[in-house]
């Protein structure tokens, strides 16, 4: 995975003018589009395509400064269609217009090329199990809310303590399969999971193929398939999503497996009175790489 990685790096470095054939690179490599920009999201801490902009736009000011070429030839050539799109996408990076930069030599603000190397500290410990699960259903109670790396999430928050308290015990008692329980579903995340972005969440539990759906829930429809499940105690959130950060960069690099599109999954398995602190599974689906 790791070599795969920088192999994308090199892509992006060869072509900056153009937008990085990533399926055709993961097909070459022997593995997918969906886990390639996964993995490189979690562990750059920045989706591919905020990586490419920063690149551009880094190599971009040297020509700027250098101020042999017009703007628009610059622009062009860094795969923007006028001076007004380059310029916005210049001073999001750098936070003044390529004139300005031109005539004052600055400010830039640089961004390396990134390089990925293997180092597995094993800081967190990786409890891990496989199980092959035929298909089922998750339902619940669903909304659309932003991605939110680090902490509490405000709006999942929301979303759930806007649910009556009989309704918790209503879906447990909907629940007849594994994961087992009261379940925290992310779907629909985009694949370069940037921060900000939308993703389905779900207050739910999970239920066999053929059980029927309430009229007042809503349903996610799970195919058969192999999941990791990632069991971790300790203070929460920060504990479960430390175990999250580590299966980017310590399990995933180490073992032949690799993420499969479909939803993440949080099994609630303790916890304590006011939720500082939890016994927690994360299930992944995952594929041999």
């Avoid at 929301?158 to 925290?184: M, N, V, W």
Wanted: net charge negative; hydrophobic share 40%; aromatic share 6%.
């Amino acid at each position: 995975m790791i070599s795969a990685l920088n192999r994308l790096v090199d892509l992006v470095e060869d072509r900056l003018g153009e937008e990085p054939d990533v399926p055709a690179l993961a097909t070459t490599l022997g593995t997918t589009e969906y886990h390639l920009r996964r993995m490189f999201s979690s562990l750059a801490g920045m989706p591919l395509s905020e990586y490419v902009r920063r690149r551009r736009m880094t190599v971009a000011a040297a020509d700027v400064v250098r101020g042999g070429d017009d703007l628009l030839g610059i622009a062009v050539r860094y795969g923007y269609g006028s001076t007004e799109a380059f310029g916005r996408a210049f001073r999001s990076v750098h936070g003044a217009a390529p004139r300005e930069v031109r005539r004052d030599g600055g400010p830039l603000r640089t961004q390396p090329q990134l390089r990925f190397r293997l180092t597995v500290e094993g800081s967190t410990p990786m409890d891990t199990r496989f199980t092959d699960r035929p298909a089922f259903r998750l339902i619940g109670h669903a909304t659309r809310v932003p991605l939110i790396h680090q902490g509490v999430n405000p709006h999942i928050q929301e979303h759930i303590a806007a649910l009556p308290q009989e309704e918790h015990a209503r879906l447990k008692s909907l629940g007849d399969t594994d994961p087992a329980g009261l379940l925290a579903v992310c779907d629909d995340l985009v694949p370069d999971n940037s921060e900000g972005s939308e993703l389905t969440y779900l207050h739910g539990v999970a239920v066999s193929g053929d059980t029927s759906v309430p009229d007042d829930l809503d349903a996610i429809e799970v195919p058969a398939g192999t999941w990791a499940v990632f069991r971790s105690s300790g203070p929460y959130p920060e504990t479960l999503q430390s175990t999250w950060a580590a299966t980017a960069s310590e399990w995933f690099p180490s073992n032949p497996w690799r993420l499969r599109p479909g939803p993440s999954i949080v099994s609630v398995l303790e916890r304590a009175d006011d939720f500082t602190t939890a016994t927690t599974e994360l299930w992944l689906p995952v594929e041999p790489a």
